[in-house]
Every structure is written in C-alpha cells, then in structure tokens.
C-alpha cells in the first residue's frame, strides 16, 4: 500500500521507516530541509537503536523516500500524521500548531476514499473538529495514537503491544478499520490487539496511558520521600508491593523522575484540557504528580550539597548522563540536565558525559562542560552524580576503577541503579533516592 507520513520527527521517521520495513511504499514529508537531506541519505537526525539501518534498507529497496513537497502525498492511500504537540510557550496546554498546519497542507492532496490518520498526541476533541474539515474533500480521518518508548521504538512500532483506531460511525469509518488493517497486517496476524474505537476514546488512550505512567512513577517517589524521613528503604519497599500483581513492578523505580518529550507535557496539557471541560477537578491530581516529579531533581542536587556541608563552590562535580532516558539522546526536561545546570548556578564546576546526547545537551546549556570520555570526565571528580541510566554507568563503571579516576569519594545514585554494597566496599560514601 502508498502511505504518506506527515512530519518527520521523532514518530514521523521511525513510522516511515517501519512501515517500509514490512512491505508499504512510504514518502515521509516534512518542512525541514535539513532533517529530510539526512533522512534521505539514511541518516538519522537523532539517535534511535536500529532506525539507521532500516532506513537505510527502506531507501535501498526504493520503498522509502523523503522530501519536502506536501504535493508528493498525493496518491498515498493512507496519511500519517505525526508533527509535533509541544506545550504551549506560556501555559500548560498543547500547541497545535504544527497539527493545524500539516492538516491544512495535506487537504487540496487528498482524494476521494483516502485515510487521514492523525498519530500526534493532541488534546481530546481535536479529531473531532478536524474531521469536518477532512469529510467535505472525501477522505476520512481517523485517530491512531502511537506508544512508542525511547529506544525502542522501532520494536515498538513494526511489534506493537496494542493497536488503537478511533473512526467515525457509519461505512467510511468501517472502510477506515479495514484499511488500517491492511496496513497493520503483519502485527495484526501475530496477535497483537486492534482496537476500534470512537474519536474520544482514542484521543484519551494515549493521555490516560502516559498519565498512569507518569502517576505510578511519582507514587514511588512520593514514598522514597517518606523513606528519607523514615529510614525504609524504597526499593525493597517497591520490590515488596510489584510482586502484587494488580500493581507490578515496572515504573517503581525511584529516582530524579521523568523527562523527556512525552510525559511532562502530555500531563500537563491533559490538565489543561481538562479544565478547558470543566472537568479540572478530575485529574487534579496530576499536579502533584508533577510537582512530586520535580522535586525529586531538588533532591538529588541537594544530596550533593549536603554532602559538602551546604558549599559546592567550586568543587568538582562529574554528572553522568545528559538524556532524559538511556538508548537515547533526547534532552527534552532532561532530570539530568536540571541537576547539573542547579548545581553550575551554586559555583561548581560541573562536568558532564553521555554517550550520545552531548551535541543536544550543548545546544541548550552551553554554560556547561561537556567530556565525551567517561574516565575523562571522572577524572579529579570531588563527587559523582548518575543521573542517566545508561550501562556504561550502571553496569560496566566498577567502584575500583572509579577510585583511580576521581579525587573524592562521594557518589549520588540518581537512579539506584548502582549496588550501594559495592560502592561502600570500595571506601565510597553512597547516596541513594529514598534508601538508608
């Protein structure tokens, strides 16, 4: 099938990418002269495991190509669109933007029979209004929210854990269901859920998803709060309660929270569109799931400075970690790139590492400094801060070997991903998020 993918972000390219993968003629479309010369060249403009190599196959094959003329949509059977929903400059809710705009080029290219699928996380509502500007040109649109994690989303989106259709009633919106079948053959034949729905209910699978993601994780670090006053211990505390099967132990890792493009905003423009309903009252909550999130980055960065008894003043501080997220180099609300920039703006002299989100990191805090090497960076440290997951932290950065590398012996896990047993052993003082 011809499929045309609107934006060439994030979703845009590796959805472009995937559904060339199993079989579909695809042209990505984007504004962006730069970002389409890359992709055309089966480059990616952004790091993401495996996406370099399936497009550059899809391009091989001359069943994915890129460019900037809208009017190269023409003939697709199926339109993508996947721009970007960033929050608004000066409040909670979601920009749309670029929706708006993709929506108004796509139109005088659509004919008759053709589906509109809208992938962006907008607010609940949106397909609905954009609907009747869509109908009257024949097409139909439809609502296919993507969920997609960070480094692994091509398994995520060629293997889907579900997928979601919100239709229209009537024949168009049963022909959408089949086409969108069609399309999603592959997955759909190794049972992956399809599940067909109104405009609402799709909209809000994606917000109430990232919502309670968001929520269990703050839960924790609500209680790693309580830990700190009390003396528990916060990761036995969500080993205990995960084995409870109604609450599982994904997401109970305690810690700097979340970040990232997804989580943050999408809360907040849930918030926002929920009293734009007269319905704020519902998802109050979520406030405090986002202040709760913040705070444990005030945490982590004071850990350290109680560590040197209120005064970082030029001490040497070696933060591992830039992207919000290991196996990506998104710095979007980076908890890693909050901790250091609080910790610079005190007087220390702050390094940073990150195997791949150097470049992005530097772009918008160039007052930082950034090592490429992770023994460089710890190299004449005063004090440790693992703020990024990633396994060259966690797993393969021994105690023994970091004792060669920096002056002091002070180590804040802000993730608990290290074994404080370990660290101790090697004469580190250890600080973990919510543990004794």
Known sequence: MKLSVIGCGYLGAVHAAAMASIGHDVVGIDVDENKIASLSKGEAPFFEPGLPEILSEGIASGRLRFTTDMSQAKGAKVHFVGVGTPQVKDGYAADMTYVNAAIDGLLPHLSEGDIVAGKSTVPVGTAARLAERVTPTGATLVWNPEFLREGFAMKDT??????????????????????????????????????????????????????????????????????????????????????????????????????GGCLPKDIR?????????????????????????????????????????????????????????????????????????????????VTVTDPEAIANARRVHPQLRYVQDRDEALTDADAVVVVTEWDEYRRQLAPEHASTLARGRLIIDGRNCLDPAAWRAAGWTYYGMGRP
């Open 269 to 349: 423009a849930f918030s926002a569109r929920a009293e734009e309903l007269g319905r704020g009252e519902s998802v109050a909550f979520l406030r405090e799931v986002d202040a709760i999130n913040l705070r444990r980055r005030d945490r982590a960065a004071q850990l350290v400075i109680d560590a040197f008894e209120g005064n970082v003043f030029e001490k040497k501080i070696t933060v591992l970690g830039a992207a919000f997220k290991p196996h990506s180099d998104d710095i979007r609300d980076s908890p890693a790139l909050d901790v250091a920039v609080r910790l610079r703006g005190l007087g220390a002299d």
């Open 158 to 259: 060629i293997d889907p854990d579900r997928l979601v259709a919100g239709v229209p009633a009537g024949e168009a919106g049963e022909a959408a269901t089949e086409t969108l079948r069609a399309v999603y053959h592959p997955a759909i034949e190794k049972g992956t859920p399809f599940l067909v729905t109104d405009y609402a209910t799709a909209e809000l699978v994606k917000v109430a998803a990232n919502a309670f993601l968001a929520t269990k994780i703050s839960f924790i670090n609500a209680m790693a709060e309580i830990a700190e006053v009390t003396g528990a211990d916060v990761t036995q505390l969500a080993d205990a309660i995960g084995h409870d099967a109604r609450i599982g132990r994904r997401f109970l890792g305690a810690g700097v929270g979340f970040g």
